[in-house]
């Protein structure tokens, strides 16, 4: 794969976890901004990154054009022309040299990437909250639905939604061309939104009912992405043998973490201070 496109907090952002995605490093590619992140206005119409990065070319398939004329113009030369051929044909190990010398800087970037574990984590596979939810009868009547539908309404939105219930678990899944409003920078605004149903739907019940609120598969999309960020992390402890503090985050998106680690003997994980700026460290095992 040469090109990927990715969503960031912001565009540095974006771009680091397309280059965890191409195994490239930042000179060996091309970055095209497609969408600029924006703040919103007390997080309601905030939007994340998004960015296209493309493999460069290689110098050598650049280059077969000027070398075809060079070599008519050696052909049809006298034969005095022949000390420059020497000297050409000098300078050419050298340059095969270079070449093969950023070809292994490249291939041992490459490899540091390749270094972590890709086989995903059990515990991963227990957070997925889709083997739960995808298989609940659809509600076309339920306080969860009526609730989101006034809220996006007053906000605007025009959105769609799909309310999937039973007596403990309530899945809405919302798409529309309004979406990336309804997500927020870094899922914010969904979280919240998502709160907010979850205390409308428990109230008054003796039974506590899991509420999720996904848009566009965000969530899940969100999950590898920071699974990415996770390994790619974990590769640059290991290498520069120095811990790292990850931004704060939620305690599902903290679990996604520790989780995507777990398995990693080089590494190990812990979470330090208190919501909403509890992060996680990454630490040499």
């Given at each position: 794969?040469?090109?990927t496109?990715?969503?960031?907090?912001?565009?540095?952002?974006?771009?680091?976890?397309?280059?965890?995605?191409?195994?490239?490093?930042r000179?060996?590619?091309?970055?095209?901004?497609?969408?600029?992140p924006?703040?919103?206005?007390?997080?309601?119409?905030?939007?994340?990154?998004?960015?296209?990065v493309?493999k460069?070319?290689?110098?050598?398939?650049?280059?077969?054009?000027?070398?075809?004329?060079?070599?008519?113009?050696?052909?049809?030369?006298?034969?005095t022309?022949?000390?420059?051929?020497?000297?050409?044909?000098?300078?050419?190990?050298?340059?095969?040299?270079?070449k093969?010398?950023?070809?292994?800087?490249?291939?041992?970037?490459?490899?540091?990437?390749?270094e972590?574990?890709?086989?995903?984590?059990?515990?991963?596979?227990?957070l997925?909250?889709?083997?739960?939810?995808?298989?609940?009868?659809?509600?076309?009547?339920?306080?969860?639905?009526?609730f989101l539908?006034?809220?996006?309404?007053?906000?605007?939105?025009?959105?769609?939604?799909?309310?999937?219930?039973?007596?403990?678990?309530?899945?809405?899944?919302?798409d529309?061309?309004?979406?990336?409003?309804i997500?927020?920078?870094?899922?914010?605004?969904?979280?919240?939104?998502?709160?907010?149903?979850?205390l409308?739907?428990?109230?008054d019940?003796d039974?506590?009912?899991?509420?999720?609120?996904?848009?566009?598969?965000?969530?899940?999309?969100?999950?590898?992405?920071?699974?990415?960020?996770?390994?790619k992390?974990?590769?640059k402890?290991?290498r520069?043998?120095?811990?790292?503090?990850?931004?704060?985050?939620?305690?599902?998106?903290?679990?996604?973490?520790?989780?995507?680690?777990?398995?990693?003997?080089?590494?190990?994980?812990?979470s330090?201070?208190?919501d909403?700026?509890?992060?996680?460290i990454?630490?040499?095992?």
């Open positions: 794969m040469d090109v496109e990715k969503w960031g907090d912001d565009v540095d952002s974006a771009v680091e976890l397309a280059l965890a995605d191409l195994k490239l490093t000179d060996e590619v091309d970055v095209t901004v497609l969408e600029e924006s703040r919103g206005f007390f997080g309601i119409g905030s939007k994340l990154a998004l960015v296209r493309e460069k070319k290689k110098p050598e398939e650049e280059e077969p054009e000027p070398e075809t004329k060079k070599a008519k113009v050696f052909d049809a030369a006298s034969e022309k022949k000390p420059s051929t020497r000297n050409r044909s000098e300078q050419s190990p050298r340059k095969s040299y270079e093969k010398n950023r070809h292994r800087k490249a291939e041992s970037s490459r490899n540091d990437l390749d972590a574990p890709v086989q995903r984590s059990s515990k991963l596979e227990e997925d909250f889709h083997k739960t939810m995808d298989v609940l009868p659809i509600c076309e009547d339920h306080p969860a639905k009526e539908e006034e809220v996006t309404e007053q906000m605007g939105l025009k959105l769609n939604m799909v309310v999937r219930a039973d007596e403990n678990n309530v899945y809405v899944n919302i529309g061309n309004d979406s990336g409003t997500i927020g920078k870094r899922g914010q605004t969904l979280d919240a939104i998502q709160y907010l149903t979850s409308v739907v428990n109230k019940r039974n506590y009912v899991k509420v999720v609120v996904d848009a566009e598969n965000y969530r899940s999309k969100r999950e590898r992405t920071l699974e990415q960020l996770a390994r992390l974990a590769n402890v290991v520069t043998r120095r811990s790292v503090k990850l931004e704060p985050m939620n305690p599902y998106e903290r679990k996604v973490i520790h989780a995507t680690l777990q398995d990693d003997p080089r590494v190990t994980t812990r330090e201070g208190q909403p700026y509890r992060r996680v990454i630490e040499l095992n």
